[in-house]
């Protein structure tokens, strides 16, 4: 059995404090541009898993709970492609998310663009982008720093 993990930097640290600032300005932003709070954590807890950032995840978990998300569509979330009970909507949104959070591997199609940019438009293919960006940010500051999920 392997040691629990164990912090290297504490995100309130005076050398974070700016980057952390910094981030919160842009989940404002994305806030106020009116993207379903639902749908963007789902985003955030799939980015969380491709990263496997052990805080993102719990955080964005309890936070999916308290926008009324249930258990059961968490749960499958990490095969969401298999599972009934995502929208289309979703579907889109979640495979937009995996294909920006993995583009040094692939890039994204001109198909996977027109289909999201048809179902969600341009001010808000725009503001799920930077839902991506902003949680692959985060997952980038809690995982080298090992920031530890609440017990």
């Excluded at 998310?97 to 198909?111: F, G, N, P, Q």
């Amino acid at each position: 059995m392997s040691e629990p993990m164990q912090p290297r930097l504490d995100p309130s640290n005076e050398h974070l404090a700016g980057a952390m600032k910094a981030m919160a300005g842009l989940e404002s932003y994305i806030r106020q541009t009116g993207l379903d709070h639902s749908l963007s954590e789902l985003v955030k807890n799939r980015v969380s898993q491709i990263n496997s950032c052990a805080y993102c995840i719990d955080f964005h978990t309890k936070a999916a709970r308290a926008a009324g998300e249930n258990d059961q569509r968490l749960h499958a979330l990490s095969a969401w492609r298999d599972a009934p009970f995502f929208t289309d909507r979703e579907r889109i949104a979640l495979e937009w998310a995996e294909e920006l959070t993995l583009i040094t591997e692939r890039r994204v199609s001109d198909e996977l663009y027109e289909r999201a940019r048809a179902e969600f438009g341009e001010a808000q293919l725009v503001a799920l982008t930077l839902c991506v960006v902003s949680i692959n940010g985060w997952n980038r500051i809690q995982i080298p720093f090992r920031v530890v999920p609440a017990e």
